[in-house]
């Protein structure tokens, strides 16, 4: 042992129709699920249930997030803050405070040190702010400055979430919701700022959940593999509608049972809050849906400004199952990076069963090795060797042997950085990680998995199996977004429910790697207008942009890098595209492992009405992009020669500028909430706000 067109629905259906395809009601107590050091509820800063109401479309949801809090103090309070979690991914694109009855603060977004310093402006000066900042890609913090007495906050957070969507068993589709509760304990230091917030905030003690469904296709099963005691009721639901007024009118009446709906409900008030709430929805998919789909939005009242939204289905680049595990390398390598750390205590049993479950999935003519860490790392072998009888035999004995989490804090990034740099770079390798996923330096460890993956060609892919109730998906599928590969997280317990996901990840890794990849946009209308990702780029100053005649921005910019195994979405998003331009087709190439070369042909739908959403989807995703160093400023050829201070100049400019302009939160921008009177709006039967704001009046 060494060591070291069709039926599918579209985003128009969300967009244009308002198609309404789901309800999660959720009710909340104490916030925050972070532990007071003191034990106790912070002086004077009470809280009331939250709700949060998803509403599910396909595989995309917009979520809006209540918080109640109560001051009921005699006296007002100089600040209150509250750390909480949101779904992985998610575009927050709104926030604002009700106090009382007639006091709203209103958010909206500035640079991160404008934001924060125009807050502790407003509050040395004794007026009432409020401020709503990203701590990481999960972990966000609102702060509340001058809480008058006795008064009673609502806190509101809008944001839009791309569902995790797998085509499975050749024959379903399985959508999946995940509402992180719980901020699990992490190995290693936060950043100053989360600090401090996660020592102030206030702390969750109740749950209760509603489900309401709508899916686009007949529903075969739904589960919440989180909590085994929700109740599910498929074809029944209180309220199933196809628009949002109809959603509006039939609050309170009976509707006929409906395959594609379904109800789940948790007891009130439940208190295992040491785990995300997980609900599987699958499917019986309708004809079209694994096919690639892109589709248009016009900006409604900015000129030039148009966003295309391409969604390329899981599995597409690989072909048949069988076809890629035939393609496989034969003499190529796989590598499992097991967490032994001190986090693991109650998930050993299922990393065992886990570990060995992939041992014996291993074919004969593939190398392999097993590395663990902790606080630091070791491996079985030095160096892979080959899968035979004799190893297998040695691999489980280690396994069985040596599995313990007796390996002190959660360092993963050392223990990847050995096993590239000892990998065999004439073969392509393979590497899973088994992790809980409790570290702090995400961005790093995602940043080594980004550049391995490039400066190997795509001869490396990294996967990985979350371990547990509380795992960061932002790690976890970070690694397999990044790397080329697949995610999949199994509870903690060890035995039932879990098998197909880790053959999902297996027969994963054993497909044959795929070769380049990419996306051409026909425009028409002039003949200098063709396949405009290859037209000029400006190289005088640095900029985003992929076609700056255009002002065309990509995301991701590099489309080789999206990973085979999931369901990806490629934006293009144009702030000066000519009126007479006409976007016909896209173009998409990718090299399969069988070494067939595809092009597939995706005509462009455009959305009837105009709007911002995929805008502000595509805007997300350039921020993303400038987070990860994934950019066109960092990675395109031809752009100016940067050093890294002009770079990161650069980026953060293009932060604040994207984020500003497009009223989303991000690492360079908060929001700034400030007072509004408000006027309670008139009763309309019932008729809720957002659906009034879906149907156009007077928003976006």
Known sequence: MSTSTSKYPTPEDLIGRRKRTGILEISLGRMIPWKNPTGGPRDGFT??????????????????????????KGLALPRASYTFPLPHGCTVVGFSCRIGRDRVLQGRVKPKREAREAFERATSEGETAGLLDEQTPEIFTATLGNIPARARLKFSISCIVLLKYDYVDGSSGLTTFTLPVYIAPLFGMPSPGLFRALDTSASLNRLSIEVDVLAPGAISSVTCPSHSDAEI?????????????????????????????????????????????????????????????????RHPQWDGHTAVMLTIPSRLMLGTTATAAAHADGQGEIIFVADRSGSMGDK?????????FFLKGIPTERSFNIHCFGSNHESLWARPTAYSADTLQTALGYVSQHFRADMGGTSLLPAL????????????????VLTDGEVWDLDETLR????????????????????????????????ARLGGGYAEVIPAASSGGWDSRVVAVLEAALTGHIGPIGVDVEVHGSEEMQHV??????????????????????????????????????????????????LSCLRLRATRPSGEEITEQVPIRVLSAPGTAIHKLAARALLGDLERGQSIIHLADGGPTLGPLATQKAVMAEGKRLGCKWDLVSK??????????????PDRGGYPERARAAEGEGHD
């Not at 950085?417 to 899973?432: E, F, H, L, N, S």
Request: glycine share 4%; net charge neutral; hydrophobic share 40%.
């Open 417 to 432: 950085k050995a096993v590239v740099a000892g990998r065999d770079r004439g073969r392509t390798t393979d590497v899973v």
């Open 448 to 479: 080594f998995v980004r550049e391995a993956r490039a400066a190997s060609e795509n001869r490396l892919r990294f996967f990985a199996l979350g371990i547990g109730a509380a795992v960061s998906h932002a790690l976890v599928e970070g690694i």
């Open 233 to 297: 009721e498929i074809g029944a639901v209180r309220r199933a509608c196809q628009t949002w007024r109809e959603f509006a009118q039939s609050q309170g009446q009976r509707q006929d049972p409906d395959p594609r709906t379904a109800f789940i409900r948790l007891p009130e008030m439940v208190a295992q809050l040491d785990r995300d709430f997980v609900v599987e929805i699958r499917t019986q998919p309708e004809a079209g849906l694994e096919t690639p789909q892109a589709c248009l939005e």
């Open 668 to 681: 360079w921008t908060s929001f700034y909430a400030t007072e509004d009177r408000f006027q309670p709006p």
């Open 47 to 72: 809280t009331a249930p939250t709700q949060t109401t998803p509403w599910l479309v396909h595989d995309t949801a917009q979520v809006d997030v209540t918080h109640l809090f109560y001051n009921d």
């Open 348 to 356: 050993i049993a299922a990393l065992r069963s886990a570990m060995e």
């Open 533 to 582: 990702t290859t037209g000029e780029r400006s190289t005088a100053t640095p900029n985003n942009y992929a076609n700056s005649r255009l002002k065309m921005m990509q995301s991701p910019a590099a489309v080789s890098s999206v990973s085979p195994f999931l369901r990806n979405r490629v934006f293009f998003l144009f702030e000066s595209l000519p009126s007479a331009a006409h």
